[in-house]
């Protein structure tokens, strides 16, 4: 059950989201969208109910700890970072490469209304954190014994589910993203600061950025969101 876990973990989200894309090319359509959010979080619950009903795992063993003041101030730290330094300088980098940014996936958003991006940034940057850090990490080092090894193959199917709405240029600086997400999990092994930092910094470069106007939205994005 455990393969099983992994499985759905790794594969799940990506499976997801290359189906929908190439189900409903273009711009995405609230029906079809809500559908995807309920999948992505029957799979969470799916693993989450493998971890715990079938492999015995206790809540700690997958990064769920009791709220402390100290991940609220971490996961502050980190989305003030990701928004008011990675953004800015991914923007410039994929500029100076003449590489296309998030633009063309936050096009595909514009008729989805705001409630509903605030629901899938929730969704999103919490179910993210589970599956590919909380879970998949642990399960990889007892299976294969390699910490290391552990971290990166999620963090490169992290990386590559987030093609078919980013493309490839813009979704693979998610690897950078995700692998600071992914050093700060190893070191504090507890959720909240990821997910706290993963949800506002997609809020900011999703839901904010569409107040904003399509003209800055590619600068707050920061990696994230499918």
Do not use: C
Not at 149 to 160: G, N, Q
Not at 173 to 181: D, E, H, N
Request: glycine share 10%; no cysteine.
């Amino acid at each position: 059950m455990t393969l099983l876990g992994v499985g759905l973990a790794l594969f799940g989200p990506l499976v997801l989201a290359a189906t929908s894309e190439r189900l409903y090319p273009g711009r995405a359509r609230l029906g079809e969208s809500l559908v995807a959010q309920g999948v992505l979080v029957a799979i969470t619950a799916a693993v989450l109910w493998i971890a715990f009903s079938v492999e015995g795992l206790s809540p700690g063993a997958l990064g769920f700890r009791a709220l402390r003041w100290q991940a609220l101030a971490w996961g502050a730290v980190l989305a003030l970072f990701f928004n008011r330094a990675y953004g800015p300088a991914l923007y410039f980098a994929l500029k100076r490469l003449r590489l296309r940014g998030f633009e063309g996936g936050l096009a595909k958003l514009d008729d989805l209304p705001l409630w509903y991006l605030t629901l899938a940034v929730v969704i999103g940057g919490t179910v993210e954190e589970i599956l590919y850090r909380g879970y998949a990490i642990g399960r990889l080092e007892a299976l294969t014994g390699s910490l290391w090894l552990a971290a990166l193959i999620p963090l490169v199917v992290f990386t590559v589910a987030h093609i078919p709405l980013w493309g490839a240029a813009a979704a693979s600086s998610t690897f950078v993203a995700g692998a600071i997400f992914t050093l700060f999990y190893l070191w504090q092994r507890d959720l909240a600061p990821n997910v706290i930092a993963h949800v506002a910094t997609d809020f900011v470069g999703i839901v904010l950025s569409r107040r904003r106007g399509s003209g800055k939205r590619d600068e707050a994005v920061l990696a994230e969101r499918r």
